[in-house]
């Protein structure tokens, strides 16, 4: 399998650029004055997206947990499994020391900046502020969420209803052609029973007539036939 098609390579490159771009967030958010607006912005940007790449390389290292029970089966050798465990390891490396420095930025710029009393209410009821605008917008998603399950409930309980109904009319077709196959086959012994009835009967004559009356029956039987095709075909 080649790297563009290794499923391993496919996931590495995504969090690479993800790294790549926390790493120019962080570039922008330390030349950002602290305690505005902004600042408080890109920190939660990066912390938030420390932590979706730090789950994304936990799910990679478990998929090569699987791998390196079997290497040979996923086509690779105890080298790539090294390989893939010293990229994981330095990705989280970097992603860790990312959170660290932005953590640890935060803190400052909310407690080592000044020692004033009133400046530190102020930076205690900016951090509540922000904890309380972090909460709200989480109980929106989560409501956003909630709502979008919702719809694909509603869509998905339609979809269910159109295939019951489908399968009602599927039903009610199969009954009727079963109703049709019945009559058809009932049709089809009666007629059979009567033709049984007028063989035996032919028979029955046949066998009580000399052979000269058989020859005239079959002179008669020749000359109506004649009659009736020629009424039917030539009139």
């Known amino acids: ?15 690479q650029d993800s790294i790549d771009k926390v790493q120019d967030t962080f ?13 408080v912005h890109l920190t939660k940007e990066l912390l938030t997206s420390c932590e979706s790449i730090q789950w994304q390389v936990d799910e990679l290292e478990k998929a090569i947990s699987v791998a390196q029970r ?46 004033n009393p009133s400046e530190s209410i102020r930076s205690k009821k900016n951090i509540v502020q922000d904890n309380d605008e972090f909460i709200a917008s989480e109980s929106d998603q989560q409501i956003l969420l909630i709502k979008r399950q919702d719809e694909e409930l509603d869509a998905l309980s339609a979809s269910v209803q159109r295939i019951g109904g489908v399968g009602l009319t599927i039903h009610d077709e199969l009954v009727g052609q079963e109703k049709l196959l019945g009559e058809l086959s009932l049709d089809m012994e009666t007629t059979t029973n009567r033709l049984d009835f007028v063989q035996k009967r ?17 002179a008669f039987l020749v000359i109506l036939f004649i009659i009736l095709f020629v009424l039917v075909f030539l009139t």
């Open 202 to 218: 032919v028979a029955m004559v046949m066998k009580k007539a000399s052979w000269k009356g058989q020859i005239m029956m079959i």
């Open 70 to 115: 079997d290497p040979a089966y996923y086509g690779l050798n105890e080298a790539e499994i090294g390989r893939r465990r010293s990229w994981t390891s330095t990705a989280r490396n970097q992603v860790l020391a990312l959170k660290r420095n932005v953590e640890g930025g935060r803190q400052k710029s909310v407690f080592g900046r000044s020692t």
């Open 1 to 15: 399998m080649t790297p563009a098609q290794d499923p391993f390579y496919i996931v590495k490159d995504e969090i």
């Open 27 to 39: 570039l922008q958010w330390k030349q950002t004055p602290e305690n505005t607006g902004e600042y």
